[in-house]
Structure formats: C-alpha cells, structure tokens
C-alpha cells in the first residue's frame, strides 16, 4: 500500500476541522491517544507519511489504550449489525458453514477467557477457515507475546482502514 500521490480524499482528510478527523480516525481505530496524535501531524504530505505516522502511533499505544482500540472490534464471525467495515473485513466468514461458525464462537469465547478481550485478527482476504487456525494457534500464547501480535494485527486494520479513507471519492 505505498504511494506517492496525494488522493483527493488525503486532501480532504488534511483539511477537516479537528473534531471532525478526530472522529474520522476514530472510525478507522477506537483508540483515542492514537486518533490524537494522528490529528495532531496534519497535514500530510502522501498518504505513506500518515500510514507511516500510524504504525509509530500503534506502536506506542499503552496496554490501555491497546484495550481502547479493541473495544472497538467485534468478535470475529459476529460484526454487530449494520456495521459494514468490520463485515466486510470479515467476509471470509460469510460463507463459513455452521460448524464453523459454532466452533469459531467457542474459541473466541475462550480465547477472551484467557485474555481478556477478543480475538483480533487482519481479517482482510483470509478465509474463516484461515482465521479459526490463527485463533487455535494463538490462544496458547502467554499474554505478552499476545500483545505484541496484537499490536502488529492492529497495525494492519488501521492501514488497511486508513487507505480507504484517503482513497475514497466523495
């Protein structure tokens, strides 16, 4: 996701009042610390600045403002209803058969058991059978190990959600 234009949607993003990219970051990730600070580097010059800005923005999150940022995702398999960005990136559960749908609901009930807060996963192009291995493999992680790759799969929402932002036509 690299380039060196600037998409009329980065233009408009740079231009906004604070309140109003501040919520438009907000939509992207639920992190307020992060949304802050991304607002606070306006403008941007190419929309690999601002993507570079948010991966140094994630990767300073505290273990609380990590939480902030996973309140805002559904357990993967049941996006909350009328919500389009998380359905979409989760549309590799669409077609998942009843098994495993069912099995996915007991791993990410125990997967937040074990830590806490739901299962986070780029769930962008992978199939559900693909993120039912990850949730298998990851639940035997300790905690701090599960943090870091939590870091690196929000990394790659916020990316993922932050290019169709600037991208997009209005």
């Known amino acids: 996701m690299t380039s060196t234009s600037t998409p009329p949607g980065l233009s408009r993003f740079n231009a906004l009042q604070e309140h109003a990219a501040l919520a438009a970051l907000r939509e992207v990730c639920a992190s307020t610390t992060w949304a802050r600070r991304l607002t606070a580097a306006r403008p941007y010059a190419t929309p690999d600045r601002l993507y570079a800005a948010s991966d140094a923005a994630t990767a ?18 049941r996006p909350e209803p009328g919500e389009s960005t998380s359905a979409r990136e989760q549309r590799g559960m669409a077609g998942a058969s009843a098994e495993l749908r069912a099995e996915m609901l007991e791993l990410n009930l125990a997967y937040q058991e074990k830590f806490g807060h739901v299962f986070l996963i780029c769930a962008t192009g992978r199939t559900g059978e693909q993120m039912r291995d990850a949730v298998r493999e990851r639940i035997g992680n300790p905690p701090e190990r599960e943090q870091e790759i939590i870091r690196t799969e929000l990394g790659g929402i916020n990316r993922i959600r932050l290019a169709r932002l600037v991208e997009e036509e209005v």
């Open 60 to 77: 300073d999150l505290t273990a609380a403002d990590l939480a902030e940022a996973m309140a805002g995702h559904p357990p993967i398999g």
